[in-house]
């Protein structure tokens, strides 16, 4: 209950700052040049590992820890080259991630917020490796 309260209270503020959040954006300019396909996600943390993603549209590279969730989303921040959002995925937590587009295969990452009820930060460096298979 309190989780819920503290999820609206931060929607409701990004909301009233200067109007600046949309809800379930069509598209983000910042994310335009970014090219599908198969990407590989280093973390830039300590024995932080890899994995790979195909990725069909670029804003799956917003919500890499609920990427199997259904999850409103709001803009905090939307430029050519870098976006800010805030996500809400009800139960299976939200959070807020960063991204800045170097080139339309190379994006750093940054998010942070809760997943399934855990904590978590996550800095990332996304590679476009090709075609996804």
């Known amino acids: 209950m309190v989780t819920m309260w503290l999820r609206a209270m931060l929607v409701g503020a990004l909301m009233t700052a200067g109007g600046t959040a949309a809800a379930a954006p069509e598209r983000l300019v910042a994310l335009d040049t970014v090219q599908p396909g198969e990407w590989e996600l280093r973390a ?3 024995d932080g590992g890899k994995r790979r993603l ?3 549209d670029p804003r799956q590279l917003l919500r890499t820890e ?3 969730h259904q ?3 709001f803009v905090v ?3 050519p080259a870098a976006a800010s959002v805030t996500y809400d995925c009800a139960q299976a937590g939200g959070g807020r991630t960063d991204v800045r587009v170097e080139t339309p295969r190379l994006v750093q990452i ?3 917020g809760v997943a ?3 904590p978590f930060a996550r800095v990332m460096e996304a590679r476009r490796l090709g075609a996804c298979r």
């Open 44 to 46: 830039l943390e300590k």
């Open 71 to 73: 999850c409103r989303l």
């Open 77 to 79: 921040k939307d430029g």
């Open 54 to 56: 195909c990725v069909r």
């Open 116 to 118: 399934d009820g855990a």
């Open 66 to 68: 609920h990427a199997r």
């Open 110 to 112: 940054r998010s942070q």
